[in-house]
T-cell receptor, first 108, second 117 residues
Framework: GQSLEQPSEVTAVEGAIVQINCTYQTSGFYGLSWYQQHDGGAPTFLSYNALDGLEETGRFSSFLSRSDSYGYLLLQELQMKDSASYFCAVHQGGKLIFGQGTELSVKP | EAGVAQSPRYKIIEKRQSVAFWCNPISGHATLYWYQQILGQGPKLLIQFQNNGVVDDSQLPKDRFSAERLKGVDSTLKIQPAKLEDSAVYLC???????????????FGPGTRLTVL
């Protein structure tokens, strides 16, 4: 079967850096994506890692280690608008399997 | 470009009633997905279409759920009869390609929030 684990909640202050970890167990692994979902909104794509290493997109970076079945999302210079749920998702063949999500609360 | 459209946005029904959701994907996107998202959980894939063919429906409760994508564009998801545990947000997503590469970014619609009483 497959499973993904990520922390359920993270709290940080404005301007800080936060890292959200994701570990996974799956067969047929193609890559790891991260999605952001604001309360009542639709999930939106943030990043994708197919190979080991760090991908940077503005204030957000994502890392993957295939040998450790581990990845993380790094959010820098946190802003209040970053308060949302963040999901890691494994690409298995042509489909996505989502984790349970991490609720990030950014405090002033 | 227009995003993924879904309707209705909200629906309240009683258990054992029927309900249908509609999705119009982004123009040119061959792959369409229906997800169920229960409060506090991640989206769970119900069914995936490639054009008008089903690629994966392994997690679709086929005794009560059905979906179709006629002409490879719009799609409908139906629940008949509904149960209390079907209360969730039903998300439709589309993507340009199927393969697990950067082009497989999925674009989600706003979802339909279903409440079964």
């Amino acid at each position: 079967g497959q499973s993904l684990e990520q922390p359920s909640e993270v709290t940080a202050v404005e301007g800080a850096i936060v890292q959200i970890n994701c570990t996974y167990q799956t067969s047929g692994f193609y890559g790891l994506s991260w999605y952001q979902q604001h309360d009542g909104g639709a999930p939106t794509f943030l990043s994708y890692n197919a190979l080991d290493g760090l991908e940077e997109t503005g204030r957000f970076s994502s890392f993957l280690s295939r040998s450790d079945s581990y990845g993380y999302l790094l959010l820098q210079e946190l802003q209040m608008k970053d308060s949302a749920s963040y999901f890691c998702a494994v690409h298995q063949g042509g489909k996505l399997i989502f984790g349970q999500g991490t609720e990030l609360s950014v405090k002033p | 470009e227009a995003g993924v459209a879904q309707s209705p946005r909200y629906k309240i029904i009683e258990k054992r009633q029927s309900v249908a959701f509609w999705c119009n994907p982004i123009s040119g996107h061959a792959t369409l997905y229906w997800y169920q998202q229960i409060l506090g959980q991640g989206p769970k894939l119900l069914i995936q279409f490639q054009n008008n063919g089903v690629v994966d429906d392994s997690q679709l409760p086929k005794d009560r759920f059905s979906a179709e994508r006629l002409k490879g564009v719009d799609s409908t998801l139906k629940i008949q009869p509904a149960k209390l545990e079907d209360s969730a947000v039903y998300l439709c997503a589309s993507s340009f390609v199927v393969a697990g590469g950067p082009g497989n970014e999925q674009f989600f619609g706003p979802g339909t929030r279903l409440t079964v009483l």
